[in-house]
């Protein structure tokens, strides 16, 4: 028995039911909105997260994980809108996505006030409300981890001891670095995952191996971005590649070390995405498990047990 920060205030863990722990209504870099192919209204974004939220619903899910992170067009007003009109968790994260998408007025901002922006969003609430995070989400910039990534993995290593969330990362490079600074900071690596270790650039199934091994989850979380898919983007995968990726981690005994999502915006901001949305989870992946002979079980602990472990808060002794 626990507790997870929603946009409508603490569920008990047992609410949470499937849950997709790397989400997006809406995620664009700054200054996206100046590329008039782009213009979309506040009404589209709700009705586009409705529509993908309800479908996801309907097919059984409960939780929806929402890792825009600050700067990147989060909006805890129209997540509480989302959360009331389709009956879902809906938890928003505090964080940044890499060092590359922080603003400036962060960049020279040292640890000790990062981690005191990270527990004010987890404790009083994200910007003037009183919505507070559930989860931080950090990043590795292109190119490896910036001098500016690591003040945040530090700050963000700090905040989750101090109030017992999880951290859930942008890309798998360098992950060992990542997992060091995380255990530096004297963070669990079962309150992390190693995320998008299913990007199509990034493969590496010993490095996989090796995250599950030291304790962390594999975040097999672009699941749905596929090679067979138009537009192709970087990360996309092969639908039956990604599915092995995931087997092997399966066959060596790490069910509980994964954690799974789509990573789909409801509506990408200033970027042109393949169709996809939260609800393949369910109509595609999980029938394509099946069909893999993955039992009922192992489903359960993928898309309701490793989530509920990893959202729910631990007690700060
Ligand atoms: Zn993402």
Redesign the pocket.
Known sequence: MGIVNTVLGPVPTEALGITAV???VA?GQHGWSLESDFWVTESEIIAAAERNIREYKRLGGRTYVD?TAIGQHRDVERYRVIARTTGINFVACTGFWTGTGVRPYFWDKSVEYLTDLFVKELTVGIDDTNVKAGVIKVGVSRGGLSELDQRIYKAAARAAVMTGVAVLT?LSTEAERQMDLFEGEGLSLDRVVIGHADAGVDIDRRRDLAVAERGAYVGIDNIGYETEKHPRVPWAQARRERLGQLLDLLEAGYAHRVAVSA?ADCVPLGWVSPPHSVAELLNRFVPDLREEGVGEDVIQQLLVTNPANLLTMRTVV
Request: aromatic share 14%; no cysteine; proline share 0%.
């Open positions: 790397h989400e997006h995620f890792l942008h990573d």
